[in-house]
């Protein structure tokens, strides 16, 4: 996966990219259900302002739900979107 993310924003935004590369129309849509499960559960920890970019790439179709689980913490945590705690 690859994180962008914009900053200085009205409000916060997700996006997801799944191109065809990843697989057919129904590993595409398992994988984005996958993922903005992943992003509602950490929405409350997420600083406000943002425009977060998730583009998926054809490995994350094989992963598992913990290894893309850690994927997208460890690359929010370097983008550092998320609240101190």
Request: net charge positive.
């Amino acid at each position: 996966m690859i994180m962008g993310v914009y900053r200085d924003r009205a409000s916060t935004r997700f996006g997801l990219v799944t191109s065809r590369r990843v697989g057919n129309a129904v590993v595409r849509n398992r994988l984005r259900r996958r993922l903005r499960e992943m992003i509602r559960l950490s929405q409350p920890r997420i600083l406000p302002g943002l425009w977060i970019v998730l583009v998926v790439r054809a490995t994350a179709a094989r992963a598992s739900g913990d290894s893309l689980r850690s994927e997208y913490i460890a690359l929010g945590k370097r983008a550092a979107i998320f609240m101190e705690s």
